[in-house]
């Protein structure tokens, strides 16, 4: 049982193979965002606060937070997001950048125990990235690329990954504080793109005994009906081990599928979540409709 | 590769671990439909006939048929209700009754290989029911209990299915033709119901090398929104190698689910199913709507 513990000020997050699947917000990230980017560099932050307290009120249990903005000071503008994020809910962050100095800089200006995204297997990153993460006590997203790519052959993304794992040792992180991103690449491209992840998802768990996470919505990309797709992914990936994704919590097919895999592992407590997300009001208005929806059932039933 | 193949007079249906998934339509069944039951008591089909054309309509690739009407002569209407169904579609049949004179009627009258549900591991239903496969060459569903009734262990439950695949064999029935049900209990009532049915999924294709089928929303039985549970269940169950289910194919989001699980298995080459069923209309009306769908995409972006 590997437990990863991410926090805020005020808030713990386990992610663990015996815990709740944990859904990380994606959606403070002007990539692709243009209007989002546009602001962020003027200064106004409103889109970041809505976005921020519509991923809670989803049901994020983690926020993203990436402010990589092309010619912005992007360590600058990645503080003063992760300040106000921090001010408008109490869920840990994850410190999203390509770049070492805002890595730190979020750092620096994160209460608790932050989710750096990301180091990878190339040494580069390896030694810019991991003493960040040890000196700030930090958990660490590890991806698995190196200085070769993403290769196609996920034993080659195993290996990238246990390197990592290896390299954070050295560097005094425990395993237990490092999670491994396997790489979703897109289905519509990549015929065995699905099978493949699964497959590596159960070995980074059965072999390397560590806690896994992915940006799921890339499985679909190109196809038509998205968040029709996403949706079974992330079902199978839960089923094969995943314990947390990078995504948007936003998309209630996608929550709904995460709610229902929490059930269906065993992963909530008398289905309290799933009945007091979805429970039917009853005819007195606020009873629990589990007699009428049986009655609706049986009439349906002709 | 285990491959059990079903047929019509016309048409083969194979299920299989490298095939889509097959979804063998539950509807054309009395229990719990009094309607339908005193409809098929007094002769009237008429919802029989649309049953099977609508199921088929929605993806059904097999029809599952049952005539067990309390006080009637299930064999009579078992007959009338597959030669009907017969006379309507052309895809192979499941001929499901708990009464063996009713399943040998069904064989008799069914043109093709049929899928034979069910047997268990009771002794006085292994040697009804095998002789009866042998005979008419069937496939057959072999329900994962025995004379002890279900098991709530699951090696217990595998050990069933191996007895009654090695009991098939020595009628002379090939382990490709006994297609095993686990039995999917309420994660409801039972909470590591699905965990367990998952992990005998696995071990039933990995070791006993079998194809296996379920009724699979058994396992939202009791909860509310089951239409939202099913699909996720049915997704973890095809990532654990699961072929085929009993089920309603008009649910439209276990349809897609089982859709997408085939793209995402590999199942469905080049995407086209999946494709060719969600694809938007594009602006001239008929044309995929790839670009489209990604102005519209970005657009949300803002």
Same mark, same amino acid.
């Given at each position: 049982m590997t437990d990863t513990i991410i926090s805020s000020a005020s808030r713990e997050v386990v992610l663990g193979f015996d815990r709740p699947f944990v859904i990380i917000g994606?959606? @403070?990230? $002007?990539t692709g965002r243009k209007l989002l980017a546009e602001e962020m560099k003027a200064g106004n932050f409103d889109r970041v606060a809505a976005d921020a307290l519509a991923q809670v009120a989803a049901g994020a249990h983690v926020l993203d937070v990436n402010a *990589? @903005? $092309? &010619?912005?000071d992007e360590p600058a503008l990645l503080v003063e997001a992760i300040r106000l994020v921090q001010s408008l809910t109490d869920v840990p962050l994850s410190i999203d950048s390509s770049v070492p100095e805002a890595l730190e800089a979020g750092l620096e200006a994160c209460e608790g125990k932050a989710l750096l995204n990301s180091v990878t297997g190339e040494e580069d990153r390896l030694e810019h990235i991991l003493p960040l993460v040890k000196k700030h006590g930090a958990a660490v997203v590890a991806i698995c690329n190196d200085d070769d790519g993403i290769s196609t052959d996920i034993n080659v993304r195993f290996e990238v990954a246990k390197k990592i794992v290896n390299r954070a040792a050295d560097h005094g @992180?425990?395993?237990?504080?490092v999670v491994v991103d396997p790489l979703v690449m897109p289905v519509g491209a990549m015929p065995d793109a699905s099978v493949q992840v699964l497959a590596l998802i159960r070995r980074l768990r059965s072999e390397l005994k560590v806690n896994t996470t992915c *940006?799921? =919505?890339?499985? =679909?990309? *190109? &196809?038509?009906?998205r968040h029709g797709l996403n949706p079974t992914f992330i079902a199978m990936a839960i089923g094969a081990g995943m314990t947390s994704a990078i995504t948007n919590p936003l998309e209630a097919s996608l929550m709904q599928a995460v709610r229902g895999a929490d059930v269906l592992m065993n992963h909530d407590p008398q289905c309290a979540n799933w009945i007091s997300t979805f429970r039917e009001p009853g005819p007195q208005g606020g009873r629990p409709g589990g007699r009428r929806g049986g009655r609706r059932r049986r009439a349906e039933k002709t």
């Amino acid at each position: 049982m590997t437990d990863t513990i991410i926090s805020s000020a005020s808030r713990e997050v386990v992610l663990g193979f015996d815990r709740p699947f944990v859904i990380i917000g994606e959606r @403070i990230n $002007p990539t692709g965002r243009k209007l989002l980017a546009e602001e962020m560099k003027a200064g106004n932050f409103d889109r970041v606060a809505a976005d921020a307290l519509a991923q809670v009120a989803a049901g994020a249990h983690v926020l993203d937070v990436n402010a *990589g @903005i $092309p &010619l912005a000071d992007e360590p600058a503008l990645l503080v003063e997001a992760i300040r106000l994020v921090q001010s408008l809910t109490d869920v840990p962050l994850s410190i999203d950048s390509s770049v070492p100095e805002a890595l730190e800089a979020g750092l620096e200006a994160c209460e608790g125990k932050a989710l750096l995204n990301s180091v990878t297997g190339e040494e580069d990153r390896l030694e810019h990235i991991l003493p960040l993460v040890k000196k700030h006590g930090a958990a660490v997203v590890a991806i698995c690329n190196d200085d070769d790519g993403i290769s196609t052959d996920i034993n080659v993304r195993f290996e990238v990954a246990k390197k990592i794992v290896n390299r954070a040792a050295d560097h005094g @992180i425990p395993a237990c504080d490092v999670v491994v991103d396997p790489l979703v690449m897109p289905v519509g491209a990549m015929p065995d793109a699905s099978v493949q992840v699964l497959a590596l998802i159960r070995r980074l768990r059965s072999e390397l005994k560590v806690n896994t996470t992915c *940006g799921a =919505s890339n499985v =679909s990309f *190109g &196809l038509p009906n998205r968040h029709g797709l996403n949706p079974t992914f992330i079902a199978m990936a839960i089923g094969a081990g995943m314990t947390s994704a990078i995504t948007n919590p936003l998309e209630a097919s996608l929550m709904q599928a995460v709610r229902g895999a929490d059930v269906l592992m065993n992963h909530d407590p008398q289905c309290a979540n799933w009945i007091s997300t979805f429970r039917e009001p009853g005819p007195q208005g606020g009873r629990p409709g589990g007699r009428r929806g049986g009655r609706r059932r049986r009439a349906e039933k002709t």
